[in-house]
């Protein structure tokens, strides 16, 4: 039986991303990251588009010599439709589009934040159906039970900032270099939780998480009256303070579905999901309730095109092909 090729684009932010897989299995992978938005602190859209343009080309044909295959090759081409920055996935749902209009193949359209669930579907270990899937990126922060490939139901989500943003803001008031969220990390390792900070009651599954970044920067504003030198003096265990309680306030829910649903099997995915404070937290968590837990490889947690391409598969194995009058969608909803 002849092998399925697809090639998938992801471009729903700062990273533009290519990956090939033949049927089930990555062949090739790559990502090109765009360092200029460190010098603003975040990103900045207009150039964020502007590199997918300039990495695209390049990039596709570093994935195909990876691959060792030709255009002709390509059963289908992939890429994340939504949601993202409007800019950004103009370029890769427009470069996917031509592609497959000249090779005469089919396009198929992926969802990014069920992307990075199925980001678990690439490699063993792999769950089984149902699972519970907690999502955390800069911009998302979900509670997903996962039934199936293509039958995903949000149980909860962020009333209004994303754990990830949390990350980034709270970095950004100690003045340290964006991204914040891998520094805190990294700092947070040296220190310990000293410092409190108070958990938003919120019911449900849903999440908040804007109290507490309000409850950090007067926290700050405060203690540097007393001593303008306490960020410094203090950082380390500062960022293992604001980290343990970002992890509790995400596991405390995942906790709290677990006992709802009465699903054991609970997998992490999103950039935040690469975080070491909320990886060994839920370890933890695991071994205290039993659980049986999932965490992807660094590499398939931040934005990548390999969990555009596995989610393509199972699209294409349905025949779940796109039509060539959609287009890109900033909010795309679930």
């Known amino acids: 039986m002849?092998?399925?090729y697809i090639l998938a684009i992801e471009s729903s932010c700062d990273d533009t991303a290519a990956?090939?897989?033949q049927d089930d299995k990555i062949i090739a992978n790559g990502v090109s990251t765009q360092k200029i938005h460190q010098n603003y602190g975040g990103v900045v859209p207009e150039w964020a588009s502007r590199k997918h343009q300039e990495n695209i080309i390049p990039l596709l044909d570093h994935v195909m010599k990876l691959a060792d295959i030709e255009l002709s090759d390509l059963d289908a081409i992939a890429f994340t439709r939504g949601p993202g920055l409007l800019g950004s996935l103009i370029v890769g749902v427009s470069f996917a589009k031509s592609l497959a209009l000249s090779l005469d193949i089919p396009i198929i359209e992926i969802h990014h934040m069920k992307a990075h669930?199925?980001?678990h579907f690439i490699e063993d270990?792999?769950?089984?159906?149902?699972?519970?899937c907690l999502t955390v990126s800069g911009g998302h922060t979900q509670i997903i039970k996962v039934k199936s490939h293509n039958d995903m139901k949000i149980l909860g989500t962020t009333l209004d900032d994303a754990a990830g943003e949390a990350f980034d803001k709270a970095g950004k008031m100690m003045g340290l270099p964006y991204p914040a969220g891998p520094e805190i990390d990294r700092l947070a390792a040296k220190g310990n939780p000293v410092f409190d900070f108070p958990e938003p009651r919120i019911d449900g599954l849903d999440f908040s998480f804007s109290g507490l970044k309000t409850a950090f920067r007067y926290f700050l504003r405060d203690q540097t009256k007393l001593d303008p030198n306490f960020i410094e003096n203090n950082k380390e265990d500062i960022c293992a303070s604001i980290q343990h309680k970002i992890v509790d306030i995400l596991l405390n829910k995942v906790e709290k579905a677990v006992k709802q649903t009465g699903l054991k099997q609970v997998a992490i995915a999103g950039g935040v999901s690469a975080n070491s404070g909320l990886r060994n937290a839920l370890q933890e968590r695991a071994l205290t309730n039993h659980w049986t837990v999932f965490v992807p490889k660094f590499e398939y947690c931040t934005d990548n095109a390999a969990m555009i391409a596995i989610s393509?598969?199972?699209k294409y194995l349905d025949n779940d092909f796109s039509d060539h009058s959609i287009g890109p969608e900033a909010r795309l909803a679930w």
């Open 2 to 4: 002849k092998s399925i």
């Open 19 to 21: 990956a090939i897989i």
């Open 117 to 119: 669930v199925m980001a």
């Open 125 to 132: 270990p792999k769950p089984t159906f149902p699972f519970l």
């Open 312 to 314: 393509a598969y199972f």
